[in-house]
């Protein structure tokens, strides 16, 4: 039973911003690290941004200075403001959450179901 949910995926152009949402039981947000992953047709799954319980994100070089990812303990949320979207992040993304401070999504052991992200030029 899947118990991350993500919402906020949708349709932009080019230049423009979403943010996505995950929100999840307290026990599986209490894990240290929470992540943000995103799979493109044909593609194997990446990370792209991971932050721990007291913040310190690590983020994909292809997504730095665009992308921001927060968390909110006291709600079990982890959102991520995309900025400045390019075609090229068109793909499904998904929040997870696991033990390592890691880009590796062998380091999480929940997941959502993803929400898609589709930019067009």
């Keep these: 039973q899947v118990q991350l949910v993500e919402s ?46 007291g913040g310190s994100p690590l ?6 200075g665009r992308f921001t990812i927060s968390r909110d303990n006291s709600k079990n949320t982890v959102d991520l403001l995309m900025n400045n979207l390019k075609p090229e992040d068109t793909a499904m993304y998904y929040c997870a959450a696991g033990s390592a401070k890691s880009l590796s999504e062998s380091w999480f052991q929940d997941w959502g179901q993803g929400t898609q992200v589709t930019v067009s030029s």
Excluded: M, N
Aim: aromatic residues 12%.
């Design 59 to 64: 983020y994909a070089d292809s997504v730095k």
């Design 8 to 53: 906020g995926g949708g349709s932009v152009q080019a230049g423009g911003s979403l943010k996505l949402s995950c929100v999840s039981p307290a026990y599986i947000h209490g894990r240290t690290y929470r992540g943000w992953f995103r799979q493109s047709p044909g593609k194997e799954r990446e990370g792209v941004a991971v932050i721990g319980y």
